[in-house]
């Protein structure tokens, strides 16, 4: 099947970054590869060092970006990892950071990896096929108080408790196999009248089980603090969110890596030595249109820039 991923935010993830042609760069979501090829672009002398943990995208990224082999690294594996292996190849500050979070198009589209409520398929939901944690183990493993917990609070799904609860009786009889067969579980516990109201009341179960199976909130913080650091003095770092919940880790992080002393006012002397490290760039996030980007994720979509100082 044909990699296709349109970017989010492009001109306003590209400007964001404030490209030097000879920087260093990582994009640590390469997915469909489209804001790589923008960075490899703009570069001369330049190099850009990019992850996923998606072997799709990594093998589409060596045939699509072939051309720029000469400056362009490609590494499968989880971007919090890359601390260490940019380290390892002699990188020891970057120029600039993209972070574009979540799921691409490709994923979704593809039936067999079993992302979509629209298409049945296996219940899957990897972004790295090589691990064993899938959507399977999640719906038909985890005790009924562990599902409900993480479709209330990954999914910000009201109706939780009662979708696990079904969830756990259905798996009684036998194992919940497929997307389908979740969503008209999912579909089930919604009060006829509200079903659709919000759109297809799969979408917030199937985003949860999905930030759960991919690991996708845990460590985003610290990530996202400790890389921000790693930038250069003027280096920016862009990220892009899709949801309410990694944009709040998001915000909160820069927030800390932007605030100077934290000692009580009352203090006469600071004594947690605490200083400014960033400055947020970006007051409001940029958000995303449908319109602009021609690409329905990005109604959900913000953007959020820092620079190192
Ligand atoms: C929204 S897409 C990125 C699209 C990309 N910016 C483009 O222009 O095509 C997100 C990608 O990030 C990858 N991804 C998500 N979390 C990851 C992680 N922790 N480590 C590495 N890759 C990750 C996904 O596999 C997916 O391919």
């Known amino acids: 099947m044909e990699y296709t991923h349109v970017p989010v935010l492009y001109n ?23 804001h790589s090829r923008g960075i490899l672009e703009r570069l001369n002398g330049g190099r850009l060092i990019a992850t996923d943990k998606d072997e799709d995208a990594i093998s589409n990224a060596e045939r699509t970006l072939s051309q720029y082999a000469d400056k362009l690294t490609l590494i499968k594996d989880d971007y919090k990892n890359i601390l260490p292996r940019l380290r390892e190849i002699g990188i020891n500050g970057l120029d600039g950071i993209l972070l574009d979070l979540g799921v691409s198009s490709h994923q979704i589209d593809t039936p067999e990896r079993g992302f979509s409520y629209m298409k049945d398929a296996p219940l899957d939901m990897r972004m790295d096929a090589n691990q064993s944690l899938s959507a399977y183990e999640v719906i038909n493993g985890y005790k009924e108080e562990n599902l409900a917990n993480v479709i209330f609070e990954y999914g910000e799904e009201r109706f939780s408790r009662k979708i696990a609860r079904r969830i756990i009786e259905r798996r009684a009889v036998k194992p919940i196999e497929t997307t389908l067969e979740l969503a008209k579980i999912v579909e089930g516990c ?22 759960e199976v991919n690991g996708e909130l845990k460590g985003l913080a610290e990530f996202v603090s400790d890389v921000a650091l790693f930038l250069n003095k003027g280096g920016r770092m862009c990220v892009i969110t899709f949801h309410s919940l990694e944009d709040r880790i998001v915000k909160h992080t820069f927030r800390e890596l932007e605030k100077d002393c934290i000692c009580d006012k009352r203090m006469p002397i600071c004594t947690c030595n605490k200083r400014k490290e960033i400055d947020i760039i970006t007051k409001k996030p940029i958000c995303g249109s449908i ?11 913000k953007l959020r820039i820092i620079e190192r100082i």
Do not use: V, W
């Not at 306003?12 to 489209?34: Q, S």
């Not at 919604?190 to 930030?211: H, L, S, V, W």
């Open 291 to 301: 319109e602009a980007d021609k690409n329905k994720r990005s109604e959900s979509a």
């Open 190 to 211: 919604y009060p006829p009248k509200d079903r659709f109201k919000f759109g297809n009341p799969a979408k917030r179960t199937f985003q949860a089980i999905r930030i």
């Open 12 to 34: 306003e993830a590209l400007e964001g970054l404030n490209i030097k042609p000879d920087g260093i760069y990582f994009d640590g979501t390469l997915g469909g590869g489209g």
